[in-house]
């Protein structure tokens, strides 16, 4: 059973960066890529960056578009998203997740994920 376990959640202050990580364990090659969804207080689901696992191909929300970035690491089963910028819009909840679609058509759609983890809170304040 594939788990996803977030880190690096906290506060930042606006302007600043944070990097959250997702560690996969029971990892399979099923998946064909990894998205970081996040959802603000009140808020339904944004899926806001995903990443190939076979090409390292990546994409994003027009609302992160140019300041974060998803990467991810193979041999050791993670996904990094790398959040520079960050304004009071950006705190959420962030959770990994493995749409069905990899990161095809419709990746984005919080009913397309297959499986997620817990979260990881993130708080953008002075």
């Known amino acids: 059973q594939v788990q996803f376990v977030e880190s690096g959640g906290g506060l930042v202050q606006p302007g600043g960066s944070l990097r959250l990580s997702c560690a996969a364990s029971?990892?399979?090659?099923?998946?064909?890529?990894i998205g970081w969804f996040r959802q603000a207080a009140g808020k339904t689901h944004e899926g806001i960056a995903c990443?190939?696992?076979?090409?390292?191909?990546?994409y994003y929300s027009a609302s992160v578009k140019g300041r974060f970035t998803i990467s991810r690491d193979n041999a050791k089963h993670a996904v990094i998203l790398q959040m520079n910028n960050v304004t009071s819009e950006d705190t959420a909840v962030y959770y990994c997740?493995?749409?069905?679609?990899?990161?095809?058509?419709?990746?984005?759609?919080?009913?397309?994920?297959?499986?997620r983890g817990q979260g990881t809170l993130v708080t953008v304040s002075s």
């Open positions: 997740a493995a749409p069905r679609s990899g990161c095809g058509s419709g990746w984005y759609t919080w009913s397309d994920v297959e499986v």
């Open positions: 990443v190939s696992l076979s090409t390292g191909a990546d």
């Open positions: 029971g990892f399979t090659l099923d998946f064909r890529g």
